[in-house]
């Protein structure tokens, strides 16, 4: 796959958010491979580097104390054990505290420390950016602003550069400063938001605890910490100023926190010289071969596939997809969408057909057909005569097999889940994530886990369809039977599920029914569908 870029998040390093253990992206070949290159970087020039922070600096570094109960998605109906976790954060201007998303995420109680400080502070999260891994606090008691000086942002430091990390790392409770130097600065894979943005990779050890914490240069702000590599000595990353900045803002613009633009397209390099020879590209030319665009995207109605991608707003895309960084450095052409936001355009020099084109795209978001990451969301789920039917996203089959999944889950799942595009805006796999057995459904148990595609020959859009064709179905039932002076009289009634892979599940309308709430009583669970479905339900009745 080393011929092909893909425009979306599924190509990552085995990368641990540094304070959640939850946010372990799934590994690959690649990303071992990439381990074992990456290891043998040049060891760490910390011990010739001076280590003096300036006092003032060190106490706008705090340290975040949070409570949180993450949802189980393997049983969407209950949630895990409550955990406590710590992480840092520093002080910007506007009274605000940056941290890391996943040290924060699906929180009940977040409390600040100041450093040299015993008294822990109560913090509201008033905003979270879990794409780019960041997260604003607010603290309401003026007592705690007090002697806080807000940090500065840098920009992004240079090669071999001398950086140092403050943060609240395990191992103790107090501050902890330590230097390193920069070892490069490209696009990476963020293992809490599944995105791919700009990182720094730094060889300063950053270790649990430190996510949130600034990287300094020059008694100013470079980047925040929030990761590091596995199974390798002292690679770690932050995230740089452009990537900060550009979460700052958007959190102040007037509609929802929008995230990261995106083309919303596939390409392929072009270093062969028979494929651009093929593609009408003369001597000195380069670019990048489009070889699929998301239907969904404004992209879709100016791009074509097989178009050649040879410019992006005037700059230069390399055969490698590349563009020109800094002197003698190059990062993805996509470094150039970290400058904009959803609904500013962007301009495209084409190569159609040996011609010469250019066009101005709105941009707007990745439309992924999965979910790649659902964090501080409930979990979705329907049960019905056992069938137990939630979402295809990565967060259920990262829970079912674990950080292997794509090795591991089914391989139609995998394929969906990384290749598919959504067809429409409102489109979502519905899968059986498992049966609680019963009489009912005797015989199905080798239906789970299956991706569900018609209910009665009716093609089921999303979760909230199905909840409403099944809801549809049982109030349709009661009414005859009510006509009819009960259920026993009715004829039978039968209900057809149809599953991808060919097979059907039939179940007997009558029986689903009375079996559904002995189901849950057995089961010890509370309700049949979660919150959310049952308040579009509960409108759908509403509104008849």
């Given at each position: 796959?080393?011929?092909v870029v893909?425009?979306?998040?599924?190509?990552?390093?085995?990368?641990?958010?540094?304070?959640?253990?939850l946010?372990t992206?799934?590994?690959?070949?690649?990303?071992?491979?990439m381990?074992?290159k990456?290891?043998l970087?040049?060891?760490?020039?910390?011990?010739?580097?001076?280590?003096n922070?300036?006092?003032?600096?060190?106490?706008?570094?705090?340290?975040?104390?949070?409570i949180?109960?993450?949802?189980?998605h393997?049983?969407?109906?209950?949630?895990?054990?409550?955990?406590?976790?710590?992480g840092?954060?520093?002080?910007?201007?506007?009274?605000?505290?940056?941290?890391?998303?996943?040290?924060?995420a699906?929180?009940?109680?977040?409390?600040?420390?100041?450093?040299?400080?015993?008294q822990?502070?109560?913090?509201?999260?008033?905003?979270?950016?879990?794409?780019?891994?960041?997260?604003?606090?607010?603290?309401?008691?003026?007592?705690?602003?007090?002697?806080?000086?807000?940090?500065?942002?840098?920009g992004?430091?240079?090669l071999?550069?001398?950086?140092?990390?403050?943060?609240?790392?395990?191992?103790g409770?107090?501050?902890?400063v330590?230097k390193?130097?920069?070892?490069?600065?490209?696009?990476?894979?963020?293992?809490?938001?599944?995105?791919r943005l700009?990182?720094?990779?730094?060889?300063a050890?950053?270790?649990?605890?430190?996510?949130?914490?600034?990287?300094?240069?020059?008694?100013?702000?470079v980047?925040?910490?929030?990761?590091?590599?596995?199974?390798?000595?002292?690679?770690?990353y932050?995230?740089?100023?452009?990537v900060?900045?550009?979460?700052?803002?958007?959190?102040?613009?007037?509609?929802?926190l929008r995230?990261?633009?995106?083309?919303?397209?596939?390409?392929?390099?072009?270093?062969?010289?028979v494929?651009?020879?093929?593609?009408?590209?003369?001597?000195?030319q380069?670019?990048?071969?489009?070889?699929?665009?998301?239907?969904?995207?404004?992209?879709?109605?100016?791009?074509?596939?097989?178009?050649?991608?040879?410019?992006?707003?005037?700059?230069?895309?390399?055969?490698?997809?590349?563009?020109?960084?800094?002197?003698?450095?190059?990062?993805?052409f996509?470094?150039?969408?970290?400058?904009?936001?959803?609904g500013d355009?962007?301009?495209l020099?084409?190569l159609?057909?040996k011609?010469?084109?250019?066009?101005?795209?709105?941009?707007?978001?990745?439309?992924?057909?999965?979910?790649?990451?659902?964090?501080?969301?409930?979990?979705?789920?329907?049960?019905?005569?056992?069938?137990?039917?939630?979402?295809?996203?990565?967060?259920?089959?990262?829970?079912?097999?674990?950080?292997d999944?794509?090795?591991?889950?089914?391989i139609?799942?995998?394929e969906?889940?990384?290749?598919?595009?959504?067809?429409f805006?409102?489109?979502?796999?519905?899968?059986?994530s498992?049966?609680?057995?019963?009489?009912t459904?005797?015989?199905y148990s080798?239906?789970?886990?299956?991706?569900?595609?018609?209910?009665n020959?009716?093609?089921i859009?999303?979760?909230?369809?199905?909840?409403i064709v099944?809801?549809?179905i049982?109030?349709?039932?009661e009414?005859?039977?009510?006509?009819?002076?009960?259920?026993?009289?009715?004829?039978?009634?039968?209900?057809?599920?149809?599953?991808?892979?060919?097979?059907?599940?039939?179940?007997?309308?009558?029986?689903?029914?009375?079996?559904?709430?002995?189901?849950?009583?057995?089961?010890?669970?509370p309700y049949?569908?979660?919150?959310?479905?049952?308040?579009?339900?509960?409108?759908?009745?509403?509104?008849?």
């Amino acid at each position: 796959m080393d011929s092909v870029v893909e425009d979306n998040a599924h190509q990552e390093k085995e990368l641990t958010s540094i304070n959640s253990p939850l946010v372990t992206p799934p590994s690959t070949q690649k990303s071992e491979d990439m381990i074992q290159k990456m290891s043998l970087s040049a060891p760490s020039s910390s011990a010739f580097l001076s280590t003096n922070v300036p006092k003032e600096l060190l106490s706008s570094v705090v340290k975040v104390f949070c409570i949180k109960t993450e949802p189980n998605h393997s049983m969407p109906w209950q949630m895990k054990r409550q955990t406590s976790s710590t992480g840092s954060g520093f002080v910007i201007e506007g009274r605000r505290i940056i941290t890391n998303a996943h040290c924060i995420a699906y929180h009940t109680s977040v409390r600040v420390r100041k450093h040299g400080s015993a008294q822990k502070f109560v913090a509201k999260v008033s905003a979270v950016g879990h794409p780019c891994d960041l997260a604003i606090l607010t603290v309401e008691d003026e007592s705690f602003w007090v002697d806080l000086e807000p940090l500065v942002f840098g920009g992004i430091p240079n090669l071999q550069e001398a950086v140092t990390t403050v943060g609240y790392p395990t191992g103790g409770d107090n501050i902890c400063v330590t230097k390193g130097v920069v070892s490069r600065v490209e696009e990476t894979y963020y293992s809490h938001g599944c995105a791919r943005l700009l990182a720094i990779q730094v060889d300063a050890a950053i270790n649990s605890g430190n996510s949130g914490g600034p990287a300094l240069m020059g008694g100013k702000v470079v980047g925040v910490c929030f990761e590091t590599l596995t199974n390798a000595e002292n690679i770690g990353y932050i995230i740089p100023v452009p990537v900060i900045e550009h979460f700052l803002v958007d959190v102040e613009r007037p509609a929802p926190l929008r995230g990261f633009c995106d083309l919303g397209i596939q390409v392929q390099l072009m270093e062969s010289d028979v494929l651009r020879r093929s593609m009408g590209m003369v001597a000195g030319q380069t670019g990048l071969l489009i070889n699929k665009v998301a239907p969904l995207v404004n992209t879709a109605k100016l791009v074509k596939r097989d178009d050649v991608l040879t410019e992006i707003d005037g700059i230069p895309v390399g055969n490698d997809g590349t563009i020109p960084f800094r002197d003698g450095e190059r990062v993805s052409f996509r470094y150039q969408l970290l400058r904009k936001f959803v609904g500013d355009k962007v301009t495209l020099t084409l190569l159609r057909d040996k011609a010469v084109v250019k066009v101005d795209v709105e941009l707007g978001t990745y439309p992924y057909l999965c979910p790649v990451q659902q964090h501080d969301i409930m979990p979705s789920y329907i049960i019905f005569a056992g069938f137990v039917f939630q979402i295809l996203a990565q967060p259920y089959l990262h829970s079912e097999w674990s950080k292997d999944w794509k090795k591991k889950a089914p391989i139609k799942m995998v394929e969906h889940h990384i290749y598919h595009l959504k067809e429409f805006e409102d489109q979502e796999m519905v899968v059986i994530s498992q049966i609680l057995v019963s009489d009912t459904n005797v015989g199905y148990s080798s239906c789970s886990p299956s991706l569900v595609t018609s209910v009665n020959n009716q093609k089921i859009r999303n979760l909230r369809h199905l909840a409403i064709v099944l809801n549809e179905i049982k109030s349709d039932f009661e009414k005859k039977s009510a006509e009819i002076d009960g259920a026993d009289a009715l004829p039978s009634e039968f209900l057809r599920l149809e599953l991808e892979d060919g097979r059907i599940v039939i179940l007997d309308v009558k029986e689903a029914i009375e079996s559904s709430h002995e189901i849950l009583k057995q089961q010890n669970i509370p309700y049949n569908m979660s919150l959310d479905l049952r308040e579009e339900i509960s409108n759908q009745g509403k509104k008849e």
